[in-house]
């Protein structure tokens, strides 16, 4: 690990975490440079829904590069382009009576949500925009202003102006509502809350600690934007492309966003960021935000292929099965060592372990490492063990991560 700690940032978090040198990997399973299997319930934060190195993916790239495809070709009308547009259109938007245009943005997530950002002030001409604690954005100026969360912040970086934060969904305890909490302060002008531009939320909260807001929630939320003039913006990068069973996280609650961010999983493992934005609301000048790499062509190849697994919309029902077996095990072993007051939350394959005690959750997964899985923590005092396998994980693999879960607990209890 020495040219690692000589040479890369002290910032290296996934590093110190896990302190292996990674090689290969293949659907669920990375191998160190030695050898050693890892089960990876993390899957690259959510960008791995279909598994490292889906082969479906890789053949489809290997072809596109023996031929000569175009890999970087910035915002150019390209045949891998299209065909990722017209698969998206044909397979996810029209199917579910959706009507948005795409724009490319830089290739990760927070470019995505800068892009909505940005476009949601200049057509409202308004700066605020309303967040909610303990939601994650981005780590980059526009996004960290709207991620909840203190630890990424310091003063200097201006990141506490032009963004307010309300309580998510059941944050303010049972039976106070949190939209009704914050059309109070919409309404009362000495509030100091200025009439936002947009409020930007995701329908699970990943990195927050797997926090789900309710139908109800969204949809009150959907109708206070839309009685205020509010652009709602819906931050799908961490949980859209299927991990809640459908392939944007909203649908469940019925609710149609004027914005959508899209990252992570979208690409099939490459980088990737889109908005996707009510047609109306596209006021671009030509050139007006632009970026070096937006749409690589290597990734519309693989996002081209990863959309072929909701032709027949034929992942929903694994990802409802899978996630069952998850529930299932994990309230099991919560109930099991009742002394680690533990709780389970979550939806179709993103689940969170809350182990309230200090410092159990990243001890389990330090634990879980050195008996081969990757997984990671969450929440804001890193307090939830957090579940966010490949959708594709075959169920004994499922399996035997939980049960390493279960044994690093065990471990730990002693
Ligand atoms: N939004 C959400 C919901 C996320 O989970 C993340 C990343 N964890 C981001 C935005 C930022 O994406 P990136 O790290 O690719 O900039």
Known sequence: MRIFDEMESEVRGYIRSFPVVFDV????????????????FFAGAGVLNYGHNNPRFSEAMIAYLERGGIVHGLDKATVAKRAFLTKFRDTILEPRNLNYKVQ?????????????????????????????????????????????????????????SNSAFMPFDGFLGEGVDSVDYMR????DGSSGIDLPAAVIVETVQGEGGVNVASIEWLQKLAGLCREFDILLIIDDIQVGNGRTGTFF????????????????????????????????LDQWKPGEHT??????????????????????????????HKGEIIRGELQRIADRFPELNASVRGLGMIWGLELPQPGVAGETSAEAFTRGLVIETAGADDQVLKFLPSLLIDEDVLREGLAIVEASLEALVE
Do not use: C
Request: aromatic share 10%; glycine share 12%; proline share 3%.
């Open 25 to 40: 990997a293949r659907g669920s399973e990375m191998f160190d440079e030695h050898g050693n299997r890892y089960i990876d």
């Open 104 to 160: 490319f943005t830089g290739p990760t997530g927070t470019n995505a949500v800068e892009t909505a950002l940005k476009l949601a002030r200049m057509l409202k001409r308004r700066s605020n925009i309303i967040a909610f604690t303990n939601g994650y954005h981005g780590l980059t100026l526009g996004s960290l202003a709207v991620t909840g969360n203190y630890y990424y912040k310091d003063e200097s970086y201006g990141s506490r």
């Open 291 to 320: 970026g070096t790499f937006r749409g690589n062509n290597l990734a519309f190849v693989a996002a081209t292929e990863a959309l072929g697994y909701w032709e027949n919309d034929d992942l929903s029902g694994a990802v409802a």
């Open 249 to 280: 996280s909203f649908e469940r609650a019925g609710i149609q966003p004027d914005m959508v961010t899209l990252s992570k999983s979208i690409g099939g493992g490459l980088p990737m960021a889109l908005l996707l934005m009510r047609p109306d």
């Open 184 to 187: 109070r302060f919409l309404e």
